[in-house]
């Protein structure tokens, strides 16, 4: 009995958190991320609970798990897109884990699914030597590229010539933007990559902060990257409630996991393709990336 109320009493702290916005520490953090796997473990408790006879104890369990279930099951159905008729952009995303991921893999991704733009996190000098001698600027010539040691280089690779822009805030990483010209349409991209709410919850949440916010009229903005950040961080929802929508969620596939590619620990979706609410996603993939801890995001837009 006491092992069950304390297993349910941790349940209903971490339900309670997310479902009040409540990002927290590192600690209550990482926990939330796992929220889908609460939701299943927490059914199961409930259930067996209620099944010994212990009613109150697993109404309450149940209650949050369902309320948990009500906010992850809608990721798994697709949702009405804008009607619009613009041009196709195809954007992609890669986490290349501190320059470790398979450049052939990259480049050929690129080309078979005719990438428009690539954002690349975690580029190091030698593999953005080594994505040139890969001909990955034969296929996207343009390019903003900062790449450094440690994981804090990142880059920008257009099939369109790109303005480099400086639209996010201060970062440990960088997180360069651009804009580019679609036909007619002025598109401005932001690779994004803010340190992880794990290593400190309190810059993560200062970097989520300094990313740009929708702009509801002007140039259509994309950010996409490694957010480090799900569905279920309240920081993360900020973001998105300013005008954005993650092309996963959008498409039906925001419960595909894309960090770590390993069974351990517990898969989470932190890489996304945030999209100009004025924008349709026509197609969103998670692709298979050798050598690196991530997989990489794809998503096919119609602008307007």
């Known amino acids: 009995?006491?092992?069950?109320?304390?297993?349910?009493?941790?349940?209903?702290?971490?339900?309670?958190?997310?479902?009040?916005?409540?990002?927290?520490?590192?600690?209550?953090?990482?926990?939330?991320?796992?929220?889908?796997?609460?939701?299943?473990?927490?059914?199961?408790?409930?259930?067996?609970?209620?099944?010994?006879?212990?009613?109150?104890?697993?109404?309450?369990?149940?209650?949050?798990?369902?309320?948990?279930a009500g906010v992850v099951v809608p990721r798994v159905i697709p949702s009405a897109q804008p009607q619009v008729h613009g041009a196709t952009l195809r954007v992609m995303s890669s986490n290349q884990y501190l320059g470790h991921a398979d450049v052939q893999t990259i480049v050929r991704l690129v080309r078979d699914n005719h990438v428009d733009v690539l954002n690349l996190l975690e580029l190091t000098r030698r593999e953005a030597t080594e994505f040139e001698r890969a001909?990955?600027?034969?296929?996207?010539?343009?390019?903003?590229?900062?790449?450094?040691?440690?994981?804090?280089?990142?880059?920008?690779?257009?099939?369109?010539?790109?303005?480099?822009?400086?639209?996010?805030?201060?970062?440990?990483?960088?997180?360069?933007?651009a804009r580019i010209e679609v036909g007619t349409t002025a598109v401005e991209i932001v690779a994004v990559h803010p340190v992880p709410p794990t290593t400190s919850a309190l810059i993560w949440r200062q970097e989520m902060g300094g990313l740009p916010r929708a702009p509801g009229s002007g140039p259509v903005r994309i950010l996409a990257g490694d957010f480090n950040s799900t569905l279920d961080h309240a920081t993360f929802r900020s973001l998105l409630d300013s005008g954005y929508t993650d092309a996963g969620e959008s498409r039906g596939a925001g419960l595909v996991r894309t960090w770590p590619s390993s069974p351990f620990p517990p898969p989470v979706t932190i890489d996304h393709v945030l999209v100009d609410a004025r924008a349709a996603v026509r197609d969103y993939r998670v692709l298979d990336v050798p050598k690196s801890d991530h997989k990489a995001v794809f998503a096919e837009l119609m602008l307007p």
């Open 135 to 177: 001909g990955l600027f034969d296929l996207l010539p343009y390019r903003v590229f900062k790449p450094q040691g440690g994981g804090a280089g990142s880059g920008i690779a257009s099939r369109y010539p790109v303005t480099e822009l400086s639209l996010a805030g201060p970062s440990m990483m960088e997180q360069p933007s």
């Open 1 to 68: 009995m006491i092992l069950l109320f304390v297993m349910a009493l941790a349940f209903v702290y971490v339900a309670a958190l997310r479902l009040l916005g409540l990002d927290g520490n590192r600690v209550t953090a990482a926990l939330i991320a796992l929220t889908p796997y609460w939701a299943a473990a927490g059914l199961v408790l409930g259930v067996l609970s209620l099944a010994f006879r212990h009613w109150w104890i697993g109404g309450v369990v149940t209650v949050a798990a369902l309320a948990l």
